[in-house]
Nanobody
């Protein structure tokens, strides 16, 4: 069993930054790849970023590449999503997820957090 809990969401002006955190409990966090996903109102949930168990290999959606950075600290059982140069279009509920195979597909992940709201004002 792995439980995930996101934090760090909130309201930010366009051009600003936020850092989301995802704390894992239960099984050793180092066993799992990490993904970040988001869902905006009226849109399908989409992938944002993925990170290997070691934290060495990353993947990013084209829409966030160069602005967002995914990272992890296995000693703290925590994954992060640093979001810079935020745009209005980044407004969404953000979810972290854990799985056994690195992928940008939702169905690759077995465990999900409850989501945290990120709102970017124009």
């Amino acid at each position: 069993q792995v439980q995930l809990a996101e934090s760090g969401g909130g309201l930010v002006q366009a051009g600003g930054s936020l850092r989301l955190s995802c704390v894992a409990s239960g099984r050793p966090f180092s066993n799992y790849v990490v993904g970040w996903f988001r869902q905006a109102p009226g849109k399908e949930r989409q992938s944002v970023a993925a990170l290997s168990e070691s934290g060495i290999f990353t993947q990013y959606a084209d829409s966030v590449k160069g602005r967002f950075t995914i990272s992890r600290d296995n000693a703290k059982n925590t994954a992060y999503l640093q979001m810079n140069s935020l745009k209005f279009e980044d407004t969404a509920v953000y979810y972290c997820a854990a799985g056994l195979i690195m992928s940008m597909r939702q169905n690759a992940y077995d465990y999900w957090g409850q989501g945290t709201q990120v709102t970017v004002s124009s």
